[in-house]
C-alpha cells in the first residue's frame, strides 16, 4: 500500500460494468514520483474532475501487469466506503507547464518504449466520427425501489454508436485511428440528441484559438492498440489562422 499525496486526475474514460455488476471508472492520473497513472477501478460517484489534485492510498493490480497500472486501496472488499481525498485544482498555467512536461511525440514511441499511457500533441486532427459500438446492449429497464446508488451512470455498453478520431502526430507519423473513451463526450451523447458533432465544436477543434492533446492509453488484452483517453485544450496566446485539416474538419461535421 503506498500513500500518495498531490495525485492530478487528467482524464477519467467511460463507465464500465463489471461482472460482479459494479459499475466502474478508469482514470489516468500524474504523480510527480511516479508520471502517468492508471487507477482502476475507481466508484462512478467519487466526485473527482480532470486537473484536480487529490490524495489516496493506492496498491499494484495484480490482474494488470502494465506498469502504470494501480489499484484504489480497499477496491475489493471496501467498495462501498471508497474514497480520496480531494483538493484544490490546477490552474491554467500549472496545467500547461504538467502537459509541456510529460508530452511525447508519437504514440508510437509510446508503444516503443512499453509504456501505456502518454500525451501526445497531433498534427493534424482529420476527422470525428462514430461507428456502432460492439458492446450496445439495449438499455434494461430497472424498478426505482431497486435501483443501486451508481444506476444513474451510463456505461459504453449503452450506446449504439461511439466516437472515433483519426489524426497524425508529425509529418512522419502514419496516422491513428482510435476509439474515444473520454467519459464527457458520452455524458454530451446522453444529454443530447441529433446534435452529436457538436462535441467538434466542444473541443474546440476547429478553433484556430486553440491547441491540442490527446491524453491516450493502450488496452490491458491488446497493448498496441490505443485509445484516447481525454482531449486536452489551451487557449494560445496568440490567435492564428485556421489550417487546411482544421477547415477540412469543420466542413466534414457540417
Known amino acids: 500500500m503506498i500513500h500518495l499525496t498531490d495525485i492530478i486526475c487528467l482524464g477519467l474514460a467511460v463507465p464500465e460494468q463489471i461482472s460482479d455488476g459494479r459499475k466502474t471508472v478508469c482514470m489516468a492520473a500524474y504523480h510527480e514520483d511516479l508520471g502517468l497513472i492508471r487507477i482502476y477501478p475507481c466508484r462512478v460517484d467519487m466526485g473527482l474532475c480532470r486537473w484536480q489534485r487529490f490524495s489516496a492510498y493506492i496498491e499494484r493490480n495484480p ?8 489499484k484504489l486501496y480497499g477496491s475489493r472488499d471496501g467498495w462501498d466506503s471508497l474514497s480520496v481525498s480531494a483538493k484544490g485544482v490546477l490552474r491554467r498555467d500549472e496545467r500547461i507547464a504538467l502537459v509541456d512536461k510529460i508530452k511525447t511525440t508519437c504514440v508510437s514511441d509510446i508503444n ?4 501505456s499511457l502518454g500525451i501526445i500533441k497531433p498534427m493534424d486532427i482529420l476527422s470525428v466520427w462514430y461507428e456502432r459500438n460492439p458492446l450496445y446492449t439495449k438499455p434494461k429497464q430497472h ?16 450506446f449504439p454508436f461511439h466516437p472515433r478520431m483519426t489524426y497524425r502526430c508529425h509529418l512522419n507519423c502514419k496516422g491513428h485511428n482510435q476509439t474515444i473513451l473520454e467519459w464527457g463526450a458520452y455524458e454530451w451523447l446522453r444529454k443530447t ?4 458533432y457538436q462535441i467538434i465544436e466542444n473541443w474546440r477543434l476547429t478553433d484556430p484559438q ?22 486536452l485544450w489551451f487557449k494560445r496566446q496568440q490567435a492564428e489562422s485556421p489550417s487546411l485539416k482544421q477547415q477540412s474538419l469543420l466542413e466534414y461535421a457540417a
Open 143 to 158: 424498478p426505482m425501489a431497486l435501483m443501486k446508488s451508481d444506476e444513474w451512470a451510463a456505461t459504453k455498453s449503452d
Open 193 to 196: 440528441s441529433g446534435d452529436e
Open 112 to 115: 516503443t518504449s512499453r509504456l
Open 63 to 70: 490482474k494488470d501487469t502494465r506498469y502504470e497500472s494501480f
Open 210 to 231: 486553440y491547441e491540442h492533446f490527446l491524453l491516450v492509453g493502450n488496452q490491458a488484452q491488446h497493448r498496441n492498440s490505443f485509445l484516447v483517453i481525454n482531449v
